[in-house]
């Protein structure tokens, strides 16, 4: 496909998912490495909008707005996956930068990131297509539209494959409106290919983070696979039935009116937020092509990295004298690299409200050493369902403050139901947090170094 670069600039803008969870934090890193916040980035998702409206006005509300974001289905089979990787690497000044990080898309990634001065570039990422007629719950419906959909992707896109993932947990009624496809490079494209060539100084090296957890999946073919819920949603797979009083009450709640039990036998493959293996592999065969270093790092779960990432964070804060004694809980969207850096605050990124993953982060905080202060910023996850955390959960989190106590009202007001857009993180850590100073880059061999460290006894692993 040819068009000019203004017109592959634009596509490429309305392809990538808004709500998505690459997109919030390449916008947040690219901002970073040009030393500013997250204010700006004021766009509600659509789950978040409409609150005032009685139930059955909303739903319908919601449905349009989230089409009208999708990518339109006379323009599917137009999706260019190069076209992507380049708006991708155009976020950042051409360098050069001592590093480049790569992988799946992870808070503490943004924080590491943007404390080495590296650009962040996922390795995947995610669209949403119309479905007319759909239905929440006819979730084998949603995977014979996906598959339609998938074909016409790949026929474009060669080296790409497809995950559609229907997650009622995550999306609830969205699920009935559009599908969501997670497009995965197998091999580095062209854009990620000339930006590791040129973009890195001499010695610069490639780190790839690669999260490894496994979901049940089923293979349609050997490039385009369904995968039913999501770790990040803190529901089991096997949980995904209606003879689960809260998944049936969740049900309930968003309209699905219809619900076949999951093959419970599917194999585990990994997750859609692990990327390809093959891409990984084709990463180090270009750094080898180019003399240069690559480390990857791979953890097991969302709340190792993020572990791993505050207890770096706190390590270089202190021996440099620029704070460490203040913590922020960050969630989902709501996270704003540059001004933790700039207020010498230790980052913990939860991937969602599950409750599983405020568990995380009481578990790091508790086996920490003691704050003095502990902000919370909690995301609402837009639906009602027992596996998100209370706000009671929440608070817990914030009172391991020893001094100061940080409860983010405006977003438990807004809990569980209307999520909130990225700038409330800023908002929130602007008027909280007093700046420490522009900080210095943190070098990667005591990255690395304090990764291994703290990785060996949490299961991560530093190659």
């Known amino acids: 496909m040819t068009e000019s670069p203004a017109t592959s600039t634009l596509a490429a803008a309305r392809i990538v998912a808004p709500d998505g969870p690459e997109r919030p934090l390449l916008e947040a890193v690219s901002r970073a490495l040009r030393q500013r916040g997250c ?3 004021d766009r509600v998702p659509v789950l978040g909008r409409r609150g005032g409206l009685p139930a059955e006005l909303r739903g319908p509300a919601l449905a349009f707005e989230d089409c009208a974001e999708a990518v339109p289905l ?13 708006w991708i690497t155009g976020h950042y000044p051409a ?11 992870h808070g503490g990634a943004a924080h590491l990131a943007a404390a080495l001065g590296a650009p962040w570039l996922p390795t995947s990422f995610t669209l949403t297509v119309p479905w007319p007629d759909g239905d929440v719950g006819d979730w084998t419906g949603a995977m014979e539209w996906g598959a339609k959909l998938a074909d016409l992707i790949l026929a474009a896109n060669p080296g790409v494959t497809v995950r559609q993932v229907h997650d009622p947990v995550g999306r609830g009624p969205l699920c009935g409106s559009t599908v969501t496809l997670h497009v995965r490079w197998q091999r580095l494209p062209t854009a990620y290919r000339d930006f590791l060539g040129s973009g890195l100084e001499p010695g610069g090296t490639a780190l790839l983070l690669r999260d490894t957890r496994t979901w049940p999946v089923l293979e349609l073919t050997d490039r385009h696979s369904f995968q039913l819920g999501r770790p990040a949603g803190g529901m089991r797979h096997e949980d995904q039935t209606l003879d689960n009083p809260s998944f ?7 309209g699905g009116d219809r619900w076949s039990t999951p093959y419970l036998d599917t194999p585990p493959r990994y997750a859609e937020t692990a990327g390809e293996p093959e891409f990984d592999r084709d990463l180090r065969r270009l750094s080898a092509a180019l003399d240069r270093p690559v480390h990857r790092v ?17 390590a270089w804060l202190r021996a440099t004298g620029r704070g460490g004694d203040e913590c ?5 969207r709501l996270i704003d690299p540059w001004r933790v850096l700039r207020s010498g605050l230790v980052p913990y990124w939860c991937e969602s409200s599950a409750r599983t993953a405020v568990d995380g982060a009481e578990w790091w905080l508790a086996g920490s050493g003691p704050f003095a202060a502990v902000t919370i ?21 914030a009172h391991f403050g020893e001094h100061r106590t940080h409860f983010n009202r405006q977003a438990l007001g807004r809990y569980p139901l209307l999520p909130l857009p990225t700038s409330h993180a800023s908002g929130v850590l602007r008027a909280r947090h007093e700046p420490a100073g522009v900080p210095g880059r943190l070098p ?8 291994r460290h703290s990785g060996s006894r949490l299961g991560l692993l530093v190659v």
């Open 39 to 41: 204010e700006g980035l």
């Open 74 to 86: 006379e323009l599917v089979d137009r999706v260019d996956a190069g076209d992507v990787a380049s």
């Open 95 to 105: 360098g050069p930068y001592p590093a480049v990080v790569l992988g799946s898309a």
């Open 248 to 254: 049936r009450r969740l049900m309930e709640s968003v």
């Open 298 to 314: 791979l953890y097991p779960g969302p709340e190792v990295l993020s572990a791993c990432v505050a207890d770096l964070y706190r």
């Open 328 to 332: 922020v809980v960050e969630t989902g």
């Open 377 to 397: 910023l909690p995301e609402p996850p837009g639906t009602v369902c027992d596996v998100h955390a209370a706000a009671a959960q929440w608070r817990a989190v």
């Open 444 to 451: 990667l061999g005591l990255a690395m170094s304090a990764l």
